[in-house]
């Protein structure tokens, strides 16, 4: 774990370096693309100011609820359609429609359904997370094991009690991708929606700041939002130390 740490920061570092160092050599202007002091000396007033703090509570704010209510939609449907064949036979195709669907494109109908504000913004969030979710879910459950299946039966498992018992630990490794995956595309996501639809958060703050043109602050806000996108993908990874995943992974 040392390693992979020391490895990252000597990444970060060779990075800045270059970036650093063709600035210099260029002799570009900070108006066009800024050195890292630049937009050191950025973070830092927007950080102060208190702003940047707002913006990125407004951000998480609308992933949160956006990502946590296609979770919660989303897993259920997964898990019924992968083990109901007539309900995935009428279903899956309008899925399979729909998800390719970017919900960039879903801008102007959640402008005219909810206005401006955080709900349009939680909509599209809620859209790029329901439909990968709903697959990798449904995935999952067709992937278990008919051994698994037949045991349940031995022991008499049914309903609600064979899904939690076998289906839902079996399909977990599927899932936990799922959730990952899904986590970083709805962080993709908020920031394109608030570049629209909303007038705060770390999207706003980026089109705010190139309207000032401030492309030292422009930056800023696109650091700032790889850096939450790296701590949040690695609390999602967390989930892959659950007893249920390392056993199934390790079975399958």
């Known amino acids: 774990m040392a390693v992979r740490r020391t490895d990252s920061i000597t990444s970060f570092v060779i990075i800045i370096s270059i970036w650093e160092i063709t600035v210099r050599f260029f002799h570009i202007s900070p108006f066009k693309f800024p050195g890292p002091g630049e937009v050191g000396v950025a973070l830092w007033e927007l950080g102060a100011s208190g702003a940047l703090f707002d913006h990125m509570v407004a951000s998480l704010y609308r992933v949160t609820w956006g990502y946590y209510l296609a979770v919660a939609t989303a897993v259920p449907m997964g898990l019924l359609l992968g083990s109901w064949y007539g309900a995935r036979k009428i279903f899956n195709p309008l ?6 669907i970017s919900p960039l494109a879903w801008i102007p109908v959640a402008l005219i359904w909810f206005g ?8 599209l969030i809620f859209l790029s997370a329901f439909f990968p979710m709903v697959v990798f879910t449904m995935s999952g459950v067709q992937g278990v094991r008919r051994t698994y299946l037949r045991v349940a039966d031995n022991f008499g498992l049914t309903g609600m009690e064979r ?4 289906v839902l630990p079996a399909a977990m490794p599927e899932i936990v991708v799922g959730l990952r995956i899904t986590l970083g595309t709805a962080w993709l996501v908020i920031v394109a929606a608030e570049m629209i639809a909303v007038k705060s958060g770390l999207g706003y703050l980026i089109v705010d700041a190139r309207n000032a043109l401030r492309m030292d602050r422009v930056i800023a806000g696109m650091i700032v939002i790889g850096i939450i996108g790296l701590c949040l993908d690695w609390l999602i990874r967390q989930l892959e130390n659950i007893p249920y995943v390392q056993w199934s992974r390790r079975r399958r």
């Open 95 to 100: 899925i399979q429609f729909l998800r390719p």
């Open 116 to 123: 401006i504000g955080d709900r349009p913004a939680i909509f």
């Open 163 to 166: 899904y939690l018992k076998v």
